[in-house]
């Protein structure tokens, strides 16, 4: 498993801020902004693209306190893929006001950072779901993106460094206030169209293996 110290160097190499050995000069972008560009494109990179996993509950994970079965999602929880009992009947998704207007409802719904089951209290069942990517906190902090995602992430990191650039720079804030410049909102952030598109063509290339499984 990679670790950020590995990784981070990409980042720099695109944006010119690498330190040559023996070199007094200071990097340009705090390493503590880098972490957080690189978590806010994983999270983008999250909604297109997820960490898929699973888990299984039992019973003794019911906190409710009363017949209904509700049980906490993980802390990475992203969205439901697949919930399924012992005997491999697939609980369908319902709405949470199922519970109120068809009580024979048979099915799970997810509310308020807990899935519900409705119409069934097995011993056990596995829920198979899209997670998010783990946040990078430090220089150790693993980096579980695929591989091929390493250059859209670090393109979003340059994206969102040339947005800060852009909102500190009093040179553009006077640019875009000018009433006779056209629409310098569209030319101006050429940069981050350009980032953002390769982004999203990177992710497009490479197709879910799996994507019929929620079916």
Known sequence: MRRWKEVEPIITALLK???????????????DDLRTWWNNAQIRLSTMKPLHK????????NKSGTDEVQVSLPEDFYRPRLVVLPNKQQLPRLSIEEKFY??????????????ILLGAQPATWLMAYDAYYPA???????????????EACA???????????????????????KQ???????A??????????RFNAIVAMHSDDDVDFRK
């Open 17 to 31: 801020d690498e330190i040559p050995a023996g070199s007094e000069r200071t990097r340009r972008y705090d390493p």
């Open 54 to 61: 699973h888990l299984v509950y039992t019973a003794e994970d």
């Open 102 to 115: 068809n009580p024979a409802a048979v099915g799970y719904a997810i509310y308020e950072g807990k899935m």
């Open 136 to 150: 990078i906190k430090n220089n150790d902090s693993r980096v579980e993106i695929p591989v091929w995602a390493d």
């Open 155 to 177: 393109l979003y990191v340059g994206m969102q460094a040339i947005t800060r650039e852009m909102a500190a720079d009093a040179r553009y804030r006077k640019f875009i206030g």
């Open 180 to 186: 006779d410049a056209g629409n310098p909102a569209i």
């Open 188 to 197: 101006v952030p050429a940069g981050r169209q350009v980032a953002g598109g």
